[in-house]
C-alpha cells in the first residue's frame, strides 16, 4: 500500500500541478492531512497538488510514478476495489451501508462512517460528472455533524441514528449530487 505522485505539469492559475493518488482512499488522505490540503479538493480518486507540495510529499515517502504509471495503479485500484456504477438523475433511494474504520471502510456508493464523537460523517456519494468516462461516478465527502445543527456553517443536524442517518438540510455537493439523507437512504432532491 502506498501513496503515489505523477509527472504531470498541468499548468493552473500560476501553478504546475500534478496527481496524487494512493492504493486506498485511508492512504490518499492521511497524506492529504499531512500536506495540509482540505479533503473537499479531492477530485473523486486523486488531488491535484502544486509542485511545492509533490516535493514535501515525496520527502514523507510518496512514490514518484509516471502519468502513464498512475493510470495503470488507478485503473487496478477500481478494479481491485469494486467501484459500482452510479445512478443518473431521477434514481431510486440510494440504501446507505455503515461501515468502520472511515474512509478506509467506504468502498462502494452510500457507504458512510460517523466519527466516534459523532461531528463528522464521512461517505460516498454520487457524482454527476465522472472525471474520465471509465471511472465509476460518485465521490466522497466529509461533512460537520452535530445532535444540534452546529453553530459553523455549512453544517448538517444529525438524527443521532449511527445505521440508519438523517441529516438536514439537504446535501449539496455542487457539481455532483443534490439530495437528502433521511432514515439511512439518499434520496434525490
Known amino acids: 500500500m502506498a ?18 493518488i494512493a492504493d486506498t482512499p485511508g492512504e490518499l488522505f ?3 492531512d499531512r500536506l495540509g490540503l482540505r479533503r473537499a479538493w479531492l477530485h473523486r480518486d486523486h ?14 515517502g510518496a512514490i514518484e510514478i509516471t502519468r502513464r504509471e498512475a493510470a495503470r495503479i488507478r485503473n487496478g485500484a477500481k478494479a481491485a476495489m469494486n467501484y459500482p456504477e452510479t445512478p443518473k438523475h431521477g434514481h431510486t433511494p440510494i440504501r446507505m451501508r455503515a461501515v468502520s474504520d472511515g474512509f478506509d471502510g467506504i468502498q462502494q ?8 464523537d459523532g461531528t463528522r460523517i464521512q461517505m460516498a456519494i454520487p457524482s454527476l460528472r465522472p472525471f474520465l468516462k471509465k471511472e465509476k461516478g460518485w465521490i466522497y465527502i466529509d461533512l460537520p455533524i452535530g445532535r444540534e445543527k452546529p453553530a459553523h456553517s455549512p453544517s448538517w443536524k444529525w438524527d443521532g441514528n449511527r445505521e440508519k442517518p438523517t441529516l438536514e438540510p439537504s446535501v449539496w455537493a455542487h457539481g455532483h449530487w443534490h439530495g437528502w439523507v433521511r432514515n439511512g437512504e439518499m434520496v434525490e432532491a
Open 109 to 116: 456508493l452510500g457507504d458512510f462512517c460517523i466519527n466516534e
Open 47 to 60: 488531488f491535484d497538488i502544486c509542485r511545492k507540495n509533490r516535493a514535501r510529499a515525496v520527502r514523507l
Open 30 to 32: 492521511a497524506m492529504a
Open 3 to 20: 501513496v503515489y505522485v505523477d509527472d504531470a505539469k498541468a499548468r493552473y492559475r500560476g501553478m504546475i500541478l500534478c496527481h496524487m
